[in-house]
Structures are given as C-alpha cells and as structure tokens.
C-alpha cells in the first residue's frame, strides 16, 4: 500500500469518527430539549448551560482544521472520566484510613463443619459467647500481637480505632428484641452487623467475668523442668494385675506418683492438665456443650457422669473412638463405640443398632458390614449408661477431632484432650494432621493399613499412645506453632523466661445463695465443669494499661471491687441508666475504653410490671444507647451486648451488636 493509500484511508477513518460524534451530540441534543419541556423554571438556566457547551463543542469540531485539535465530544467524556476516577481514588484513600468490622460466620461455618455446603443455616454456626467479644476487644487492643483472634468477625485497619466502648444492657434477651422490636429504634438503625450469643449465667457466669478475665495463653505456660533424657528410677511393679473388662469403676485403681514430681502421673514429664482443651477451644473444636442455644443440636444429650469431680495430674485418662455409618435421617449415626485405659486395655467395644435404618454402611471408612449389624441389639441409650458406669467422675477422655465422638454417642464430657489440638504440622489451628500420618511419625506404628476400613480399637489405642508419647517429652512436643520442629525432643532452654509478663490474679469464687442440696446447686456444679474460669487470671484492664490505653467504667459497685479498683481504672459506681447516660456522654471523649452497664430493666424480667411499663423502659435504654452513641469519637469501635437471662420460660440467647461509629 502506497503512502497516498494510506493517508487516504487514515483521512476517512477521522472523518468517520467525526461524523460519528456529530450524531451522537445531535442525539444528545435532542434528549436534551426533550428533557428541557419538563424542566422546573429554576433549573432551566443550568440546562441552557449545558446545551450551550454541547453545540460549542460540536461547532468547533467541524469547523476546525487538521492541524487543529478541538475539545470534542470524546475529550469532555474523558475529561469526567479523569474526574470521577480521582474522586474514587481520594475516596478509597480516606476509606484505607478508616477501621472496618464484619462478621466471617461462612468461614467459621467452613471451619467446624466438615461438609459445608454453600448455604449457610444456623445448625452450622457454633454457639459464640461473651468471650468471644473479649477476642475482638483485645484484637483491637494488641493487633497483630493478639494471640487469639477473633473467630466470627473480621476487624480491618485495628491500629485506626479510636476508642473502645462497651454498653451492657442486663437483663434483656432476644425475646425482647423479637416481641418489641420498634422500642430498639437505635439498634435496628445502627447497628447493621449483629450475632446471637450464649446467656453466660447459663454456666454460672457474667459479662463482665467473661470480657475482663483473660486466661493465660498456653505459650506463656512454664515448661516442665523434667524431660525424657532424666533417668526415672524404675518403680513400676512387673507383677502389676491386668486390669479386666468387668464392671468395677476404674478408679480404684492405684496411681503411682513420679518420682522427680509426686504430683505428676508416673510417667508423665510435666502436668496432664495442660493439654486439657480450653472452653475457648471447646467452643472452636466444636465440641457439645451443656448450654441452650437455637442453633446447636444437643437436644437429648446426656452427661458422663451426674456429678464430676475436680480434675488433676493424676485423673486417669480414657480413649474413646467410634464408627459411623449413615442412616435414612442422611445423619451420621453410631455403630460402634470402643474405649481403651492406660494400660492399652479395651475395657469397652461394642456394636451400635441405630434406631434409623442404615442405607450406607461406609465399609471402607468404618469396617461396617451388614453382616455384623444384622444380630446387634445394642442401642445408643445403653452405650451412654455403661459408659457413666465405666468413667470415673475425675476422667479425662482423649481421642483424635473426640468432638465428633461425643456427638456420636450424644454426650457431654468436661475434661478432653485432642491429639488433633495438642499435634500440629502445618502451622494452622484450622488444618488437622490426620490420625494415621501422627501415629506413624510420632509412635513409630502403622494403623488403618487394611482395606476392611478402620477399627475403632486400633484408632483408641492409637491415640492414647499419642498422648502419652507427648507427656514424656514436653509441652511444645509436636506442635509447630509453640516453636517445635521436626526431630527436638528437648524443651527450650531457660523455661522460666516463658513467665507471663502480666500479674496473676487469684479468681475469688462467688457462692449463689442457694442449699448446697438443691438441684439448682446440683446443675450449677456440673455446668461448672465445663466452664471452669481458672484459678488465676489476668486482668484486661492490665492489657489496655501496657497499651497506654486509658480506661473507665460506669457500672455497679460489685463490678468496681472485683475488676475497677487498679490498673488506673476510672471507676464510677451509678445506681440509675439515666445517671449512667450522663457520665458515659463525658468519658466517651476522654478515654480509649469505656464500659457501662444498663440495669433499669431488671426489675422487669419477672412479670412484676406490666408489659407497657417493660416497654417502655426498653425505649428510654435505647434512647440512652443512641445518645451516647452521638457522643462517641469517630472511628471508635461500638459494642452493645444483650446477655440474654436464665429464664426457663423463654429463649436464654442474647445477641452482640458492633459497629464502627463514623
């Protein structure tokens, strides 16, 4: 193609691109005069502008020349564009200096439920607690040198939130919520993100035990002076009696006492206790727990035992594993259960009959056949009362992810150890290393080699091997989180550096005014098993002082003496909401973290008032919440707890509202 070709053909090109301009600003015109005819006499005069500007444009394109190049149609719509993208460039920019809060409940739904789908339902959702909001506070506290995270919701850019505060509305629960929901205007309007939460006296406990008292992380843990390469003198009896399968409790068996630590088991390098899961751990492990909550299916489960002792160093240790197969329900349901003592003994194995019939036997997976099941009359209430015959009231079960076991056999049980939890390879507390891979590296053995599916002895007995593997080396042994790697058998050197840099506190435990031989006091007892605060704790307040955080609470004098007389704490005792409204206005302003509480509708609970009165003082507490909210600095972080109440007449749940406040 020549030069005059293509000159030629660039000079159509231009002038096909002109024309096609031209007709669009004609177009453009005539919607305009259109939209000119119903135009208001006040805003004629911009759109007169507008048009004036359209036909310049157009003037000037053709009737310039080709050295000329005219503002065009395209260059005024290029020039909005340029517009419209520094505005959204200023405007992420100012929203990256902004901290933003969500809720993560499909994460968490991924993370304790193995086959989640892609609908989300309730059933999914762990049950979530005041705790849980003490895990955001001090996420938003520490940062990135928070131990815990927050497991249901996502706090972004913690460093840009300005202030804390918490209110606590006693004595409310999501029954209000749902039968006078126009008298909690504020909460509805501002608080968009929002998650039901366990009522904490269900386990004998309050909201502000629960967000002020933080346990000591386990790294912070002293490791056991004792290791594997100390000789132990041997005085274990050769001729000790095998222990039989009779129905003889377990606990009267003789414990014999480490000879470098008495108070430690014979065989053990440091405290059995220690590798008991947490509440905290309970909860994210999904393990059953004795509270009501609409969203978890315990509903006929049993416990272990009626009443349990307190546990120690020395409480005999059980394995539990069991079989499943699916049934017409499409539930997974037992068909084998299988327990194994310390000295590798079976001291249980049965066969389970479901009550559903079976329609997929999972031969490969649990060894199941029709064959076998076919004369089994074994049922799941008999496996629950041979199993509260066999453990002793001080036992402590292990077993490999045990909390699907115990939802197998529909029961409770306080004090577990999981060789999935006290094992990690890969660094993360969500991914497991399965049963097999940690029996072959650990205890040296190879376990569900057959193609006839497991067995539930051999996977008991796996475990227990597991966990006294780990008691005779140290606490980190195995666990690439707490510093462990592959092929160290000793614990770190200078242990005691390991010290936790804040001040213990002894917990001083509150007795209820209750007879000790009530079943009231009974129930409390057990509940207290499985959420027992320990003995010590450190104070949150001391968290937010070696943060420079200031701090203040309005609340009750109980509340004051227990967690507000140190730390620098401004505390300030209030007998009325109003008077609490008041003070909190002020200090939200002056302070990193307030916390106050609302305890007007208390009287109300027991139906001594009549429902517009409860009404009514619902509104005024709302009112109050949205005033001092008006008051907060921007960016702070807002949390508003309902606690929910003991009430065996209604729902106990309560629910958590959080917002940034903008």
Request: with cysteine; net charge neutral.
């Amino acid at each position: 193609m020549t030069i005059e070709n293509v000159l030629k053909t660039m000079t159509t090109k231009r002038d096909f691109r002109v024309e096609s301009k031209k007709r669009k600003a004609a177009a453009f015109l005539q919607l305009v005069k259109k939209e000119d005819e119903e135009t208001p006499p006040d805003k004629k005069n911009k759109t007169e502008e507008s048009k004036t500007n359209v036909e310049n444009g157009i003037e000037t394109s053709s009737g310039s020349s080709k050295n000329e190049k005219p503002k065009n149609f395209q260059q005024m719509a290029e020039d909005e564009l340029l517009k419209l993208r520094q505005a959204l460039r200023e405007r992420q920019k100012a929203s990256m200096e902004k901290p933003k809060v969500f809720l993560t409940l499909e994460e968490l739904a991924k993370e304790n439920t193995p086959n989640f789908g892609t609908d989300l339902k309730d059933e999914d959702i762990p049950p979530l607690f005041v705790s849980d909001v003490q895990s955001l506070i001090l996420f938003a506290v520490q940062g990135s040198a928070c131990k815990i995270k927050p497991r249901w919701c996502k706090l972004l850019r913690c460093t840009k939130v300005a202030s804390i505060v918490v209110m606590v509305m006693n004595g409310v629960s999501n029954t209000e919520l749902e039968k006078y929901p126009d008298s909690f205007s504020t909460l509805r309007s501002e608080f968009q993100t929002h998650i039901d939460i366990v009522n904490p006296s269900q386990y004998a406990k309050t909201v502000p035990t629960e967000l002020f008292c933080i346990l000591p992380p386990q790294q912070q843990r002293i490791l056991a002076k004792s290791s594997v390469e100390k000789k132990k003198p041997e005085t274990k009896n050769e001729e000790e009696p095998e222990a039989s399968k009779s129905d003889e409790p377990p606990e009267e068996s003789v414990v014999e006492e480490n000879p470098l630590h008495p108070t430690f088991h014979q065989d053990d390098a440091f405290s059995r206790t220690s590798l008991l899961l947490s509440t905290a751990q309970l909860m994210q492990e999904k393990y059953p727990l004795p509270v009501q909550y609409s969203n978890v299916r315990t509903l006929n489960f049993k416990f272990t035992k009626e009443d349990y002792a307190p546990v120690d160093d020395k409480s005999p240790m059980f394995a539990l594993d069991c079989e499943m197969c699916l049934t017409v329900s499409r539930q997974l349901e037992l068909t084998r259960v299988s327990v194994v003592n310390e000295k590798l003994e079976t001291i249980y194995d049965t066969f389970v009959k479901p009550f559903n019939r079976i329609i997929n036997y999972l031969t490969e997976f649990s060894g199941i056949t029709k064959a076998i099941m076919d004369p089994v009359t074994t049922r799941l209430p008999d496996v629950q009362k041979k199993i509260q015959e066999l453990l002793p009231a001080n036992a402590i079960l292990c077993g490999q992810s045990l909390g699907g076991d115990l939802r197998a056999i529909k029961m409770y049980h306080p004090y577990v150890i999981d060789t999935s939890c006290i094992y990690n390879l890969s660094g993360r507390t969500s991914m497991k290393t399965g049963l097999k891979k940690l029996t072959e590296m650990f205890v040296k053995e190879t376990i569900q080699a057959g193609t006839g599916g497991h067995d539930s002895v051999e996977d008991a007995t796996a475990t227990m091997k597991l966990v006294q593997h780990k008691l005779k080396h140290h606490l980190n042994y195995g666990d690439v989180r707490m510093g462990w790697t592959v092929g160290e058998t000793k614990p770190e050197e200078n242990p005691e550096e390991k010290v936790s840099e804040f001040k213990l506190i002894k917990m001083e435990e509150t007795e209820e005014n209750v007879d000790p031989d009530s079943q009231k006091s009974h129930i409390t007892a057990r509940q207290n098993a499985f959420f027992k605060m320990g003995k010590y704790f450190y104070s949150m307040f001391e968290v937010l002082q070696k943060y420079r955080k200031t701090a203040a609470m309005v609340t009750d004098q109980a509340t004051i003496n227990q967690f507000g007389m140190d730390n620098g704490v401004v505390a300030i005792e209030s007998d009325s909401d109003k008077k609490t409204k008041s003070l909190v206005k002020s200090h939200v302003q002056f302070h990193d973290f307030v916390y106050c509480s609302f305890d007007n509708y208390l009287p109300h609970i027991n139906g001594e008032t009549t429902q517009e009165k409860a009404k009514h003082c619902l509104e005024k507490m709302d009112k109050r919440v949205g005033k001092i909210l008006k008051n907060v600095k921007q960016n702070s972080l807002v949390i508003v707890i309902v606690p929910g109440r003991t009430d065996p007449e209604w729902e106990n749940a309560g629910t958590v509202f959080v917002k940034i406040k903008e």
